[in-house]
T-cell receptor, first 115, second 110 residues
């Protein structure tokens, strides 16, 4: 089966610019996650969707970050305006259903550098 | 916030030796998962252990879970150079909320 697809793989922007990341989860997976992974740290959950509804966005900096999952499939994560501390790898993951104990499948990530 | 905390943060062993990594967490969980991340890549799921299980095996991997101590361990037997990676434990609670620890960086020297 095809894995989780993310694009772009790399992005370099100047601070105060905006950027968007795209994720296509595995077909049929109801749950979609966006994580931020700063170099040397573990992934930090930004937002979790169940179909097209938000389950958890408690750690999403809502003044600058936004995410949507239209039609419960693809998702986009946007940062506007970006700050230097947003430099990180942004990982998208999906799992079959949050109501069951299933593994999460991760994409390769988008490495964002803010200069 | 990080729920799990792996120990040690870095581990260097010779090929053929066993590697043991530990994970401690703070709140009750539904299940605990271990993931591997090679440098610059996404995370790969290794094994899932439910809260009512104590031990689980998968190939050269052995995972234990002690819910009374809120801890888990991952044992990799007969390590290989290809096992060099960062290993993360992820606790799952509530509505499949997956929270990762800070990771253990394993280096296996050929």
């Amino acid at each position: 089966e095809a894995g989780v697809a993310q694009s772009p793989r790399y992005k370099i922007i100047e601070k105060r610019q905006s950027v968007a990341f795209w994720c296509n989860p595995i077909s049929g997976h109801a749950t979609l996650y966006w994580y931020q992974q700063i170099l040397g740290q573990g992934p930090k959950l930004l937002i979790q969707f169940q179909n097209n509804g938000v389950v958890d966005d408690s750690q999403l900096p809502k003044d600058r970050f936004s995410a949507e999952r239209l039609k419960g499939v693809d998702s986009t994560l946007k940062i506007q305006p970006a700050k230097l501390e947003d430099s990180a790898v942004y990982l998208c993951a999906s799992s079959l259903d949050a109501r069951d104990a299933t593994e999460a499948f991760f994409g390769q990530g988008t490495r964002l550098t803010v200069v | 916030s990080q729920q799990g905390e792996e120990d040690p943060q870095a581990l260097s062993i010779q090929e053929g030796e066993n590697a043991t990594m530990n994970c401690s967490y703070k709140t009750s969980i539904n299940n605990l998962q271990w993931y591997r991340q090679n440098s610059g890549r996404g995370l790969v799921h290794l094994i899932l252990i439910r809260s009512n299980e104590r031990e689980k095996h998968s190939g050269r991997l052995r995972v234990t879970l002690d819910t009374s101590k809120k801890s888990s361990s991952l044992l990799i037997t007969a390590s290989r150079a290809a096992d060099t990676a960062s290993y993360f434990c992820a606790t799952v609670r509530g509505y499949q909320k997956v929270t990762f620890g800070i990771g253990t960086k394993l280096q296996v020297i050929p």
